[in-house]
């Protein structure tokens, strides 16, 4: 692939709303691929909201691909798309904060878990093990799941395996630790472009209403986007030189 068209969906996840959002996310995933997106990416936690565990605990999480995700699986296999989905995920004992890369095909190619899981909020989240990237319609496409694009260390050894761009579900809202230019350091230091799906909404003691989406080159925000109601973000992206052949996003708001 040459040339195609990204969606960044940046939702109003609601915490504990699982129904809700999963409807949400459906339904976005369905016009974002109305209006020619080939990849969509989610927020990180786009199921469930970062807060969740006050609202519904763990029991619910199953190992993937759950019953839904298999849904989503059949949905995307119709629409042809290739879809990184932010979703927790059971094995065994353990939970994990991942990230799960559906192809064209409606088959997970990949999956990331989060590394950088030390939060008040992530305390039922493992700590993945594993960085590599996840190839995509021929392109390797290394994952960075919010704070692990915090530390330079995880972008580094993808850009070492062979990453050729870095994608970031994200929900990194302003704050005591909101970032702080630590995309567009990952993308100064690996010299790779990184695009970041954030989220709006609120939650019990995060905002993200003034969260951020982005995309980032040679550590400059190249496209910015933050709004207080959920939007679909597109923009043409041109894989041979991995830049954006569009100069802003075009913005379709939904209803949350």
């Known amino acids: 692939m040459t040339r195609g068209k990204i969606a960044l969906l940046h939702l109003e996840i609601r915490p504990g709303a699982i129904v809700q959002n999963r409807y949400l996310l459906v339904e976005a995933i369905k016009h974002a691929a109305s209006i020619g997106a080939e990849w969509i990416v989610t927020p990180e936690l786009s199921v469930c909201g970062l807060q969740f565990v006050q609202h519904t605990g763990t029991e619910w999480i199953q190992p993937q691909p759950d019953p839904w995700m298999q849904q989503v699986c059949r949905l995307v296999r119709t629409l042809k798309q290739t879809v990184f989905l932010g979703c927790p ?56 799941i919010c704070s692990d694009a915090y530390t330079s260390n995880i972008a580094r050894v993808l ?12 929900s990194w809202g302003p704050g005591i630790h909101g970032p702080n230019g630590e995309w ?28 951020p989406s982005l995309v980032v080159k040679n550590g400059d925000r190249l496209l910015s ?14 894989f041979s030189n991995m830049v954006p052949s569009t100069t802003h996003f075009r913005t379709d708001y939904l209803r949350s």
């Open 89 to 144: 995920e059971r094995e065994g004992r353990r939970f994990y904060n991942s990230v799960f890369v559906i192809s064209p095909a409606g088959e997970i190619v990949g999956q990331h878990r989060k590394i950088n899981v030390v939060s008040d909020s992530l305390a039922w989240s493992s700590s993945g093990d594993c960085v590599a990237p996840i190839e995509c319609d021929g392109i390797k496409v290394g994952v960075l």
């Open 159 to 170: 850009k070492f395996e062979g990453a050729q761009m870095l994608v970031s579900p994200t």
């Open 184 to 211: 567009e350091q990952r993308s100064h230091e690996t010299r790779l472009p990184l695009i970041v799906c954030n989220r709006t909404g609120s939650e019990t003691t995060l905002d993200f209403r003034k969260a």
């Open 225 to 238: 986007h933050t709004s207080d109601r959920s939007a679909i973000l597109t923009f043409d992206w041109d």
